[in-house]
């Protein structure tokens, strides 16, 4: 009996310690691929294996929102961006349904849907009108956004009881889709209207950069003090709206905001779905903070050819080995300098971005000839402010401008941190 005992605990003790190996082995397995994952991060995140199929946007989470839904007349605010996974996690990545195809199959009543700058399908210019017209596949009447009508009307609300926000953000301030967010917003607290806001990662979301805008250089492309970069997801954006009080007349609105799965602001993420026709990839995401700033002067960023943000050239810079000739294409029915050879610089090989790169906007006014404008009328827009142009203009280098930059951000992240839903 007394062998039979000590057998017994010998297995007991055999079996506990290979639990026990068993589970280190997977935590320190766990902890090099972290580890590994960060390190390529560091190196160049975009060649590391996408973190999309772990991060759940909450579109896919329906138990989270359907139940909000429920018996409501609700109108939806979206995009081509407005997607839902159909299936398990590991089916391929393009496996994908329209939120509203999806609402409809589960009976949600659904009585008009908002559409963005670009539209419902994503298909315009930037900058192009969009007119109000009926979805071909479920007959709902669709009501642009963009153009003189940005933000919705009391008749346009009427009958709503609750309006669903989910469109897909880069995190750049001159990027409207969050000042469509703040009309949308504001209209639905004038009236009453309960707003939820579907969140979804930032691509652009792990660093805080460039000039924060002044309150005289309120635009579409850009209605609040916040840097070019802000470093938030548009739920999180959604929360510091209300917070802040930037709606018309101090009102507040009934927010709620359904959050992410498994997202952190430093995880990368590749978003499925081109979130406008001029930005293709990955790259041109990454890049479009620098860049961007090109849409407010004479030169061409890449509209006009496969490359969109991602090269940027004149027919009057230096001739080099680079060069590219934009034409119409979809997106950019008239780009700038359409079918002339242009020459600048191709980006879509540079390392991934952690901060606003100023050099490439500094060279190309330097190389521009003081017989052209090298800013036009948007650009104040686009910075925020006079002061980008005039530093340019008188010679300042980017590490000075950079420097001009800091004491807002540092500001700006004190608010910020307030409307953090991740780390």
């Known amino acids: ?191 009453g209207i309960p707003v939820i806001v579907l969140d979804r990662p930032n691509p652009n979301g792990h660093y805080v950069d460039g000039p924060v805008l002044e309150s005289e250089f309120s635009s579409f492309l850009g209605m609040h003090p916040i840097p070019l970069v802000y470093g938030m997801t548009i739920g999180e954006y959604a929360n510091m709206i209300n917070g802040e009080q930037w709606l018309s007349g101090k009102l507040k609105c009934d927010l709620t905001v359904i959050p992410l799965a498994h997202y952190d602001h430093n995880k990368i993420y590749s978003l499925p779905v081109r979130p406008s026709p001029n930005l293709p990839n990955d790259k041109s995401i990454n890049l479009y903070p620098s860049l961007g700033f090109f849409e407010g002067t004479i030169i061409n960023a890449g509209r006009g050819t496969e490359k969109q943000f991602q090269r940027f050239g004149a027919p009057f810079f230096p001739e080099t080995d680079f060069a590219y000739t934009p034409k119409s294409n979809f997106g950019a029915q008239n780009p700038k300098f359409n079918g002339e050879k242009c020459y600048g610089l191709d980006l879509q090989h540079t390392p991934f971005l952690s901060k606003v790169n100023l050099e490439w906007l500094i060279d190309a006014y330097q190389k521009t000839p003081k017989d052209k404008a090298f800013f036009g009328p948007t650009f104040t827009a686009h910075a925020g402010n006079e002061k980008l142009q005039k530093q340019i203009e008188d010679g300042w280098s980017a590490e000075q401008i950079r420097a001009t930059w800091q004491d807002d951000i540092a500001a700006f992240q004190k608010i910020r941190v307030k409307y953090l839903i991740y780390p």
Not at 163 to 186: A, H, K, N, P
């Open 1 to 191: 009996m007394k062998r039979l005992i000590q057998s017994k605990n010998t297995y007991l003790i055999l079996v506990t310690a290979l639990i026990i190996f068993l589970f280190v082995k997977a935590a320190d397995k766990s902890k090099s691929i972290d580890n590994q994952l960060v390190k390529n991060h560091n190196a160049n995140p975009l060649e590391v294996v996408k973190d999309s199929l772990k991060i759940i946007p909450a579109a896919d989470q329906l138990q989270d929102y359907l139940p909000l839904l429920e018996g409501k007349n609700i109108a939806v605010v979206a995009n081509q961006t407005s997607i839902v996974k159909t299936g398990k996690l590991k089916e391929p990545e393009n496996s994908f349904r329209h939120l509203i195809d999806t609402l409809l199959s589960h009976k949600v009543k659904i009585r008009k849907v908002f559409a963005p700058e670009h539209g419902f399908r994503g298909k315009a210019d930037a900058g192009e009108a969009v007119a109000n017209d009926k979805d071909s596949k479920t007959g709902l009447p669709l009501i642009s956004l963009y153009g003189k009508n940005k933000k919705p009307g009391q008749e346009q609300l009427k009958d709503i009881e609750l309006v669903l926000f989910d469109i897909q953000d880069v995190g750049v301030r001159f990027y409207t889709y969050i000042s469509t967010l703040t009309y949308v917003m504001e209209a639905c607290a004038e009236k």
